[in-house]
């Protein structure tokens, strides 16, 4: 590749578009091994032809046990394919979002963030490569060694881009976080739902989902609440001006009077000191009661 080639490769936005297609290679090839090796290794629990267990035979429509999407291809479900998938669509709507509110420098990128993706994108071509092979040779594939791998390029990733729009956001009217999308996609080559083959584990896996659903809309909840509670506080009063309002929310009860000195210099209590006689006044025609004589 020419000079022109590697300094195009070098810009975060072209990182990013072969990233998202070596997540797609690898979920086609992994699809297609799926599909070959249901082909290969389908059984049945019970044929009339035999009268027990053996091979499916062509033309036979009893449930084999394999859970095939609509089309009938015999892709069987994994954590692999699943962690591919979303690996490509939150590595490019991170992208997506940063480009949207940066512009076009996100999308030139910084130096840390081409590295970054620039190692990944080597990590994930090897991945690609090795799928290939297998594929074609009839290899075993290890499941486990896909995902793990997927996981670690999503999360580098999307990690990198995070961190070059906080450095490129700083000084401008965005905000200084990404938001990065949590939402799951849709799955496109199976169904998830109604499969004659399901033996739990997918109910177990929606189920956990379902769970981070609820949890990640809770989190949603509390975040908004936080900050109507925060507007609520500070609508119509300025903290620094009314410092008790805004804590008490109301005036605050008057302090007790301060005791008054005597002439000896003692404090005398307002219950102690003595009372001013006010004389009663005599309506005419109105004879005062005992009491009354008694006080004048």
Same mark, same amino acid.
């Given at each position: ?45 019970? +044929?009339?032809?035999? *009268? ?6 062509? *033309?036979?429509? &009893?449930? &084999?046990?394999? %859970?095939?999407?609509?089309?009938? =291809? ?12 979303? +690996?490509?669509? /939150?590595?490019? +709507?991170?992208?997506? $979002? ?5 512009? *076009? ?11 970054? @993706? ?38 580098? =990733?999307?990690?990198? @881009? ?10 401008? !009217?965005?905000?200084? #976080?990404?938001? $990065? ?13 109604? &499969? ?6 997918? %109910?177990? %896996?929606?189920? /956990? ?5 609820? =949890? ?20 119509? =009063?300025?903290?620094? &001006? ?26 005398? +209590?307002?219950? #102690?000191?003595?009372?001013?006689? $006010?004389?009663? @006044? /005599?309506? !005419?025609? /109105?004879?005062?009661?005992? #009491?009354?004589?008694? $006080?004048?």
């Amino acid at each position: 590749m020419g000079m022109d080639g590697q300094q195009e490769l070098e810009r975060v936005e072209v990182l990013v578009d072969n990233l998202a297609g070596s997540c797609e290679t690898a979920l086609n090839l992994c699809a297609s091994w799926s599909a070959r090796f249901a082909a290969e290794n389908r059984y049945r629990t019970h +044929s009339r032809r035999d *009268g027990g267990y053996g091979e499916r035979y062509e *033309g036979d429509d &009893d449930d &084999d046990g394999w %859970d095939l999407d609509k089309s009938g =291809s015999g892709i069987l479900k994994c954590a692999a394919s699943t962690s591919l998938e979303i +690996s490509g669509y /939150r590595i490019r +709507s991170t992208y997506q $979002i940063g480009l949207t509110l940066i512009g *076009g420098d996100f999308a030139e990128g910084d130096v840390e963030c081409r590295v970054t @993706l620039s190692r990944q994108f080597d990590h994930m071509l090897q991945r690609v490569n090795r799928l290939r092979e297998a594929v074609a040779k009839r290899w075993p594939l290890n499941l486990n060694e896909i995902y793990l791998s997927s996981e670690s390029v999503r999360i580098y =990733s999307v990690r990198a @881009l995070a961190l070059q729009y906080r450095r490129l956001a700083f000084g401008r !009217p965005v905000p200084h #976080e990404v938001p $990065i999308p949590r939402v799951m996609v849709p799955t496109k080559r199976f169904s998830w739902e109604d &499969d004659p083959g399901d033996d739990g584990d997918d %109910d177990a %896996d929606e189920k /956990r989902g379902g769970e981070e659903d609820v =949890s990640n809309q809770k989190a949603r909840e509390a975040v908004g609440f936080d900050s109507q509670t925060a507007v609520w506080s500070t609508a119509g =009063s300025d903290p620094k &001006d009314e410092p008790k309002a805004a804590a008490f929310g109301s005036e605050p009860p008057s302090p007790p009077l301060t005791p008054k000195a005597s002439s000896s210099g003692v404090a005398v +209590s307002a219950m #102690e000191q003595p009372q001013a006689v $006010i004389p009663l @006044l /005599r309506l !005419p025609g /109105r004879e005062l009661g005992e #009491e009354e004589k008694t $006080i004048q």
